[in-house]
């Protein structure tokens, strides 16, 4: 493998200024939910070709009124010939999906004869809306189908049954229609979608008030009631489910441009040297993001372990490109406590991971570390190799600290010292997801990589010690600061040359393919 320098020599540039690079054109989209059949390509060399295409942004969807009422009257009549056709029959999950599906299809068709016999026919797609929104209350979705299905969604707050926020990409906010006539509605619309989330149990009940769980679509969801004033619930949808470095260093026009090519190829060459590494952000920043594509340089015959509090890095479609990934998903615990505090069934990430370790597997990878499973997943990193998870900071100094609270819940036995020695000895880089929100002043959420930290070790002082590879440039984004010390070796070994990035430190930029205009950058000029 060659990592090939971007052909240009920065040095004649101002020395502070991030410079771009003209960009390679644009790859067609694959669409936002690409399923690859084919192991991953040879990175291809950076290159100089074409003008930058402005991001475009999804196009909100027209959204067609539906007769609630009605939809209530055509489910319990799909209901009760569903009931019919399952009677003494043994069937299928399969076999009852299709016949729910004709059936749906029937009723809705049956009814729309019906209004057409009465001189209002409807409009074809009246039609399909009609149906699609009888088959999800039927499934357990209700109204909140039609809230997953439009891609310029962003994230969506629901503040009662009638309060309905929705943010879409590029910052903008509007207010939806209601999801339920009324609270007791909602939450048996959530309840509903609790007992279809899959391998594992979920529940939103009296003793258990608290709900996150993964929706069909890879949408994450979660919920809270009778401790709230009102049944509250959060959607956040992952549009990006499968994107690659070379996406996110601006060869998908529909993405923010998170990495540039110097980055690019450091984290390409990081993943293949089998380094341990630890991406940190606030939440939206895009870390799931970015493990996403890190995961797609993973060799397509390696085995590796995936651990989930919920499922957000999506095996199912991954393993058509990874045969070998394990996915492990955490359970919620039901009923009385047990002599150790804990419920009946419950399995945490903690839980899971010497289970992994197990498998015979070098990489393990979890999705957030988010409590005591910390001090385990750092015990595994000390034996494994290209071993990831993602962790909330505010700022990428804070990473550390925030690693010893979390390492502290783990019991009284672990103490503030043995944590630093802990990530100092089982961590390689943090790579740091910076998100900037404008949408206060017209502007629009900004996602980028702002830092990569080297972990050294443990210094005299036993403190963490850390080198900034990359840092932030003029404009915030991350652009080379020092040559790697510890893991410059294992690079070497797989053929990354870091001191092709000695020209860009000298200079004191990077080589970021799109100027990133901000309202902030236009308020201070004027």
């Not at 930058?52 to 009422?69: C, G, I, K, N």
């Not at 903008?172 to 909602?186: L, R």
Request: aromatic share 4%; glycine share 8%.
């Amino acid at each position: 493998m060659r990592f090939e320098p971007v052909a240009y020599d920065p040095r004649g540039h101002e020395v502070g200024a991030t410079s771009t690079v003209p960009p390679m054109p644009p790859l067609t989209p694959n669409g936002r939910h690409h399923h690859p059949d084919q192991p991953n390509p040879a990175p291809p060399p950076i290159s100089q070709p074409g003008q930058p295409h402005a991001p475009t942004q999804p196009l909100p969807q027209t959204r067609r009124r539906v007769d609630f009422a009605l939809v209530r009257e055509l489910r319990r009549e799909l209901s009760e010939r569903l009931t019919r056709w399952q009677r003494g029959r043994d069937y299928t999950p399969g076999e009852e999906d299709l016949e729910r599906t004709r059936l749906a299809a029937e009723v809705v068709a049956a009814y729309a004869d019906a209004v057409r016999r009465a001189g209002t026919p409807l409009h074809a797609a009246d039609e399909r809306a009609l149906l699609d929104q009888v088959t999800a209350e039927l499934v357990g979705l209700g109204r909140l189908q039609s809230l997953l299905i439009d891609e310029s969604i962003e994230e969506v707050h629901i503040l009662g049954c009638d309060q309905v926020r929705i943010t879409r990409h590029g910052g903008g906010v509007d207010w939806g229609d209601p999801i339920a006539d009324s609270d007791d509605e909602m939450v048996e619309i959530l309840q509903a979608a609790a007992r279809r989330a899959g391998s594992t149990e979920r529940s939103l009940s009296t003793s258990k008030p608290t709900l996150d769980l993964q929706l069909p679509d890879g949408s994450r969801l979660a919920a809270v009631f009778l401790v709230s004033h009102r049944p509250y619930a959060v959607i956040r949808r992952h549009n990006t489910l499968d994107v690659t470095l070379d996406e996110l260093a601006g060869a998908r026009a529909d993405l923010d441009e998170m990495v540039d090519p110097l980055v690019r190829d450091f984290l390409r060459g990081a993943m293949r040297a089998g380094l341990n590494i630890m991406v940190a952000g606030l939440a939206g920043a895009g870390k799931t993001t970015v493990i996403r594509a890190l995961m797609n340089e993973i060799p397509a015959d390696e085995p590796y372990v995936l651990l989930e509090e919920s499922r957000e890095l999506l095996p199912a479609r991954r393993q058509l490109k990874h045969r070998a990934v394990m996915s492990f998903e955490a359970r919620e615990g039901h009923g009385e406590r047990g002599f150790d505090g804990r419920p009946a069934g419950e399995v945490t990430i903690a839980d899971l991971i010497p289970v992994s370790l197990r498998m015979g597997v070098l990489r393990i990878i979890v999705g957030e570390v988010r409590s005591r499973e910390i001090v385990p997943m750092l015990q595994a990193m000390t034996t494994s190799r290209g071993s990831m998870c993602t962790i909330h900071a505010r700022t990428p100094g804070g990473v550390s600290e925030r690693i010893i609270e979390l390492a502290l819940s783990h019991g009284r036995e672990m103490t503030v010292d043995q944590a630093r020695r802990m990530a100092g000895n089982a961590l390689d880089l943090i790579v740091y997801v910076t998100v900037e929100d404008e949408t206060a002043i017209g502007g629009r959420k900004h996602r980028f990589v702002s830092h990569i930290e080297e972990v050294i070790g443990v210094s005299e002082h036993n403190r963490i010690s850390t080198t900034t590879v990359f840092g932030p440039g003029a404009d915030g984004r991350a652009v080379p600061k020092h040559l790697p010390e510890r893991v410059r070796d294992q690079l070497m070994r797989i053929g990354y040359d870091a001191r092709m990035l000695t020209r860009y430190i000298e200079a004191g930029t990077g080589a970021w393919r799109r100027p990133r205009h901000t309202q902030l950058q236009q308020r201070r000029s004027m």
